[in-house]
């Protein structure tokens, strides 16, 4: 497995995502529709929206996942916050960087994922709305369009917090 570096903006990325004073709060329906709707639209089992924090990826909504974060040295999301087109992993298996992550080789078994990268009105990555399945698979162009979208509901949603 390998962890994901820091962002170059890592000071700046983590005071603004405090700054939204969103982390540890409890479930807002407005972020719940739009996760309910990602897993519904693309039919996979898990969709959240997930903030990376120093330490851990806290899911301030989750569809499919009984936890509410993992550590960060195991997050897909770390890596999809360093890039800006989203980043789409068909099988996390014939990916050396999660091959041996304890969250594909063991529960909740991530085989897919896709994690559309959150932007603040800075420009920092707080996380992503994210799309995971226990089955390989690829979105085409159309998909993409629809997950950057929902991307955009999200955005919208933290800038009105």
């Not at 959240?48 to 195991?74: H, M, N, P, Y």
């Not at 991530?110 to 994210?130: E, H, M, N, V, W």
Request: net charge negative; glycine share 4%; aromatic share 6%.
């Amino acid at each position: 497995m390998l962890a994901a570096p820091l962002p170059d903006n890592e000071r700046e990325r983590l005071a603004a995502l405090r700054a939204l004073l969103i982390l540890d709060t409890p479930p807002e329906e407005r972020f719940d529709r739009i996760t309910a709707f990602a897993a519904q639209e693309f039919a996979v089992p898990i969709a959240t929206i997930s903030l990376v924090d120093a330490e851990r990826q806290w899911f301030k909504s989750r569809v499919g996942l009984d936890v509410c974060e993992t550590g960060r040295d195991e997050s897909f999301c770390a890596h999809a916050i360093l890039q800006d087109a989203i980043l789409v992993i068909p099988d996390a298996l014939a990916d050396p960087r999660f091959a041996d992550n304890p969250l594909v080789t063991g529960a909740p078994h991530i085989r897919f994922y896709a994690g559309a990268q959150l932007r603040l009105a800075d420009g920092s990555k707080p996380g992503t709305l994210c799309l995971i399945d226990r089955v390989t698979r690829q979105l085409d162009s159309v998909e993409l369009a629809i997950l950057a979208s929902l991307r955009q509901l999200v955005e919208e949603e933290l800038h009105a917090r």
